[in-house]
């Protein structure tokens, strides 16, 4: 049973930060995306659509960093060799 | 008062604040309107920029909520930026690398949770200032609480609270993610070469001084969001004054109308 929980542990925490990365990629393209072509038509916005930019970036990126921590935290709870070795030999 | 028994975040948030406070006095030491020196110089552009794009997103009655937002901008940019120094002396007989004792301070959690709830407490003060303490509490039934006979209030009360209480959580998280996600990829590079590989961890430097600044500017900006959705006394209409133009703040700015000299005017005179 305990190498089926450090099992599903392991995946969880490899497949935490790459998921979230994918909507964040996708979210963060478009804004920059927006951002780029709304400047190319009227460069005289470019502060208000730069500085929008950035609060919109640090949205997105927030929902990437919780999947990030989320992962940190799971990291601290894999078990250690000397564990998996008394759990092996049990 | 043993200093040893101090958590080091602590020390080196206690540190950031010494810091702000040194560098303003020795800025602030012979104030000079007409020729200020290079310290006071830097000081005035960066607050000048900063209070300019403070004030589109504060909406009106900035003025009394400026010196929090730059305040909380200025430690948690220095906090930040304290993560960039190197201090990382020797390892431990198992190979590991010593802990580093200058890290940001907004790199434990308990930093970024106490500015949030700072800004937290503030906000809710700031809403029972200006609408009342009834008009505080029926502002959580949303806009438009009845359609008719159709209680409305049933869908926004459980939303609008958990809505309150989920801004500061997500304020601290974001903060502390993502200097403390720049701290273990700065380690994370320093182990994949030699203890000494420099130029690696440089590139990690050089975007993680632009998260530093980033993220501070965002904690800044998302308390003038809060700030000025729940000050205004209208009602929901507030975000109409979200990044409202800045000419038209400028204009009623105190010191525009002290005769300050305009570039449209300087335009007009020398074309």
Not at chain 1, 53 to 82: C, N, Q, R, Y
Request: glycine share 10%.
């Amino acid at each position: 049973m305990a190498s089926i929980y450090f099992g599903l542990l392991a995946l969880g925490a490899a497949l935490a930060a790459p998921l979230a990365a994918i909507g964040a990629g996708i979210g963060e393209g478009m804004i920059f995306a927006s951002a780029i072509q709304s400047i190319a038509r009227q460069p005289e916005a470019q502060g208000r659509v730069q500085t929008l930019m950035f609060l919109t970036f640090a949205l997105v990126e927030t929902l990437f960093i919780f999947g990030f921590v989320i992962f940190l935290i799971l990291l601290g709870k894999l078990p250690t060799p000397d564990q998996l070795n008394t759990l092996i030999q049990k | 008062m043993n200093l040893q028994e101090w958590p080091v975040y602590l020390i080196n948030g206690i540190a950031a604040a010494l810091t702000l406070l040194v560098l303003g006095w020795l800025a602030m030491r012979q104030p000079n309107v007409r020729r200020p020196g290079r310290m006071q110089n830097f000081f005035e552009w960066s607050t000048a920029g900063l209070t300019d794009l403070f004030r589109g997103a504060l909406g009106p009655n900035a003025e009394q909520h400026l010196p929090l937002v730059l305040a909380l901008f200025f430690y948690i940019l220095f906090c930040n930026l304290t993560g960039l120094i190197p201090s990382i002396i020797g390892t431990y007989p198992d190979g590991k690398l010593a802990e580093p004792y200058i890290t940001s301070a907004t790199a434990a959690t308990s930093t970024t949770v106490a500015l949030a709830l700072i800004v937290f407490f503030y906000v809710q003060y700031m809403g029972i200032k200006s609408k009342g303490l009834l008009g505080y509490l029926k502002h959580f039934l949303g806009p438009v609480p009845f359609i008719g006979f159709i209680p409305l209030f049933i869908l926004f009360l459980p939303i609008e609270i958990i809505g309150e209480f989920v801004k500061p959580f997500s304020l601290s998280m974001r903060l502390f993610g993502n200097i403390y996600g720049e701290d273990v990829i700065n380690q994370l590079a320093l182990g994949a070469g030699s203890h000494f590989f420099i130029p690696a961890q440089f590139v990690i430097n050089l975007l993680q001084t632009f998260t530093d600044v980033v993220q501070a500017f965002i904690f800044a900006l998302l308390t003038c969001a809060y700030i000025s959705i729940m000050s205004d006394t209208h009602g929901h209409d507030g975000h109409e004054n979200d990044f409202a133009s800045v000419e038209h703040e400028t204009a009623n700015r105190p010191d525009a109308q002290l005769g300050a000299v305009s570039p449209a005017k300087i335009g007009v005179a020398g074309g």
